[in-house]
């Protein structure tokens, strides 16, 4: 009596989506080093503005500078313009 054996089916990955697969977790971590200093760069804003008013339109001012030049970036990426140049925006 044989045992039927069970396998793993093979996973056939070709050299272009391990390359998409890698442009995407490194677009994942330049997104997350941005959004982790725009926090840092609030906070500065934030300890350094007395006035209420001033200080929201101060974040406010800094937040739609960090969203324009990732946007940039993000689709100039995505137009094939920048090519794997998006490390431009944390270096």
């Not at 442009?23 to 934030?46: A, F, K, M, P, S």
């Not at 800094?62 to 137009?79: G, I, K, L, P």
Request: charged share 25%; net charge positive.
């Amino acid at each position: 009596m044989s045992k039927d054996v069970v396998r793993k089916p093979e996973l056939k990955v070709s050299p272009s989506s391990w390359s998409a697969y890698s442009e995407l977790i490194h677009y994942q971590q330049i997104e997350w080093e941005v959004c982790n200093l725009v926090g840092r760069v609030l906070t500065i804003v934030d300890s350094s503005i007395q006035d209420t008013i001033q200080r929201k339109a101060m974040k406010d001012l800094v937040r739609s500078a960090f969203r324009e030049t990732f946007d940039r970036f993000q689709s100039e990426a995505s137009n094939g313009k920048a090519g794997h140049s998006v490390n431009a925006l944390i270096n």
